[in-house]
């Protein structure tokens, strides 16, 4: 069996240290999760990821990840808790390291200490949107100059830094969000997580869309905009590790409307390798009745397009009557081979 490069074995501790309820949030719902994290859930959680690991799929990194709350904005005594309680399989190899989210309301260097000690590498923040009007709201006010010294400090003591941003949150257009998306580039974070904006019950949002005063965006216009950004992050050398959120049963128990997709990140991709094989094209003096495209072979399905429709959509624009895709193990590059 080949081994994985990454295991992140999630914790949630819900709401925790949240300063505010956001209207377009709530953790119970989306996580299924409605207990507080003990030591016992902690280790069980632990065993579950753990136990069918061995020397043939053990993977290269292993790590502990607090989610669902703000971790930092948590009691001091409540994180020290939560901390040690993961420090055994620490001490034992099995968990080589943590990762917390939090707010940028919630960093110093006393807190970013206490972190440091207890082997986390990585600290996330819940930006979702660096406008003010935007963040007022969805009523989670933070000015950017809060959010600028939080990650000067999260750079300076040399942790792992990774930036959430939520396109579609009341008052939030396309301009205001690749705004933000230039914003989070200017901050150099290791990587960025896309949650489109989603409408789940018994949130703030739910009620504004009850009563007509919010519009969740379609899939069209978010996988237009999200795309946009992903483009920018990669030409920036900004990883994007998360685009849209995991279909998981509490969530799709709870959402009621937005630009859901269980495949989001596969449209976008696609999207993005669609509008490179049609620059290609546009580039040549005269353009043919046949194209072929040499592409990664692990790519393929992405420049095919869901259902193909990437092939039909070209052909149709340039008036082709074939398009052919010819498989390259070796290298990860596009290339236009004929015409």
């Excluded at 292993?62 to 020290?80: D, H, M, P, V």
Aim: hydrophobic residues 40%; charged residues 25%; aromatic residues 8%.
């Amino acid at each position: 069996m080949k081994n994985k490069k990454y295991l992140i074995v999630p914790v949630f501790v819900s709401h925790e240290g949240c300063p505010y309820r956001c209207s377009f949030c709530n953790q119970t719902k989306i996580t299924g999760i409605d207990t507080k994290t003990d030591k016992k859930m902690l280790k069980e959680i632990l065993r579950t990821h753990l136990e069918v690991l061995n020397s043939e799929n053990l993977p290269e990194k292993r790590e502990l990840a607090f989610f669902g709350g703000s971790f930092t904005g948590i009691n001091l005594e409540r994180q020290k808790y939560l901390l040690s309680a993961v420090q055994p399989w620490i001490l034992s190899g099995e968990i080589q390291s943590i990762r917390v989210s939090t707010h940028a309301l919630f960093i110093d260097d006393i807190k970013l200490s206490l972190l440091r000690k207890n082997h986390v590498e990585t600290v996330e923040l819940g930006i979702q949107s660096t406008d003010d009007e935007v963040l007022n709201l969805a009523g989670r006010e933070c000015p950017f100059d809060v959010i600028q010294s939080a990650v000067d400090r999260i750079h300076a003591m040399n942790f792992r830094l990774g930036l959430q941003l939520m396109p579609g949150l009341p008052g939030d257009n396309e301009q205001k969000f690749q705004k933000s998306v230039d914003n989070v580039i200017s901050l150099k974070p290791d990587f960025v997580r896309i949650y489109p904006t989603l409408v789940i019950k018994n949130t703030g949002l739910f009620d504004m869309y009850q009563q007509g005063t919010y519009t969740p965006w379609s899939l069209e216009r978010m996988i237009e905009a999200v795309k946009e950004a992903v483009v920018k992050f990669e030409k920036a050398g900004i990883k994007v590790i998360r685009v849209g959120l995991h279909p998981d049963p509490s969530l799709m128990e709870n959402y009621v409307a937005g630009p859901f997709h269980p495949s989001f990140r596969y449209l976008v991709d696609s999207r993005i390798m669609r509008e490179r094989m049609i620059k290609m094209i546009r580039s040549l003096e005269q353009v043919p009745l046949s194209v072929t495209f040499r592409v990664p072979a692990r790519k393929v399905s992405l420049y095919l397009g869901h259902k193909k429709e990437n092939i039909s959509i070209i052909k149709n624009i340039f008036g082709l009557d074939s398009i052919s895709l010819q498989q390259d193990d070796i290298n990860d590059h596009l290339e236009l081979v004929a015409s």
